[in-house]
């Protein structure tokens, strides 16, 4: 890879954090998370910026914060599940950098976030079944937006993340 700088997107639950971490370790480069870049400059959870902002303000928030992630060199950066798809996110993260969808069934994404700890504002307040149906429909909606990342990498059959971060270094 010649830019020096990797972009990680993808539905909830895909990975993103995870595979990132693994891979700036791999590459010997900085590991950015957009969610929690912008807990650290807003002093505030996402949970709380939804609250207070609801989730147009959060939107404005995150297209703000990916420009001033997507300029820094050398850097491991994994996005928030809608990140590509609002404004025009995803065309300046593919001029930013070599995107890469980690694409996952609803099945497989549902699985991980039922075992997973962080708080997610879209997912609160639903019944399991909810949240199955939700996920379904928005990744359908969400998917033409992924989809222009410059890489693919289905991550439903690799149970392991190291392998899927080796998997993102070889595209
Ligand atoms: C969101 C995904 C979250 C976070 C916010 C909204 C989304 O990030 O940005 O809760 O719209 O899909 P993760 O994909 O890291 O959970």
Sequence with gaps: MTIPRIILLGYMGAGKTTVG??????????????DWYIENRMHM???Q????RGEEGFRKIEHNML???????????????????????????????????LKATPDVLYGHL?????????????TPDEVKDF???????????????KHVIDVSLMDNYEK???????V
């Design 164 to 170: 899927i971060a080796i998997t993102v270094d070889n």
């Design 67 to 101: 420009h001033e992630v997507a300029e820094f060199e050398d850097v491991v950066i994994s996005c928030g599940g809608g990140t590509p798809c609002f404004f025009d996110n995803i065309d300046y993260m593919n001029q930013q950098g070599e995107t890469v969808y």
């Design 21 to 34: 971490k693994a891979l700036a370790k791999a590459l010997n480069l900085q590991f950015y998370d957009l």
């Design 45 to 47: 959870t996402v949970k």
């Design 114 to 126: 039922k075992m997973g700890r962080t708080v997610r504002p879209l997912l609160l307040n639903k």
């Design 49 to 52: 910026i939804f609250d207070e």
């Design 135 to 149: 996920v379904s429909r928005q990744l359908a909606e969400r998917e033409p937006f992924y989809t222009k990342a």
